[in-house]
């Protein structure tokens, strides 16, 4: 089994969630705040490897719910630079296992950490659609 250390924002359901399901599956996780970490744009950028730069960003963060920020229309650089200074911004959780790192709960090979779960029992917020202004984000 893994060791993995887990970035999340204290307080996320989903979050508490998927460590749990990791916990189940006999993996060490330690969990970290994502807010308070101290990021570098490098040490981002290989937790996202070949994805889109849109499927960095965590889609119902405020300000991308608000319209003030487009993922679909922003470049590498610029994502990363917003995300250090708004880390809401970043896609949770973020995952290093055993210095393999993963942005996100819904691809291989995090899945495979889990045996039988699947993207849809993991990565839905519980909140979502409820209360506009959640505070969960």
């Known amino acids: 089994m893994a060791t993995i250390i887990f970035y999340q924002k204290p307080g996320c359901d989903t979050n508490a969630y998927q460590m749990q399901a990791l916990k189940a599956a006999g993996h060490d996780v330690i969990a970290k705040n994502i807010l308070k970490e101290r990021w570098t744009a490098e040490d981002l950028r290989l937790f996202f490897g070949n994805k889109p730069i849109a499927s960095w960003f965590n889609r119902v963060a405020p300000r991308i719910k608000s319209g003030d920020i487009n993922p679909d229309e922003i470049d590498a650089a610029s994502a990363l630079a917003l995300m250090l200074r708004d880390p809401l911004l ?48």
């Open 90 to 137: 970043i896609r949770r959780p973020l995952i290093n296992a055993d210095g393999a790192r993963y942005a996100g709960f819904d691809d291989e090979p995090v899945l495979s950490m889990l045996g039988q779960k699947t993207q849809d029992d993991l990565e839905r917020c519980p909140h979502e659609g409820k209360a506009p202004g959640c505070l969960q984000m």
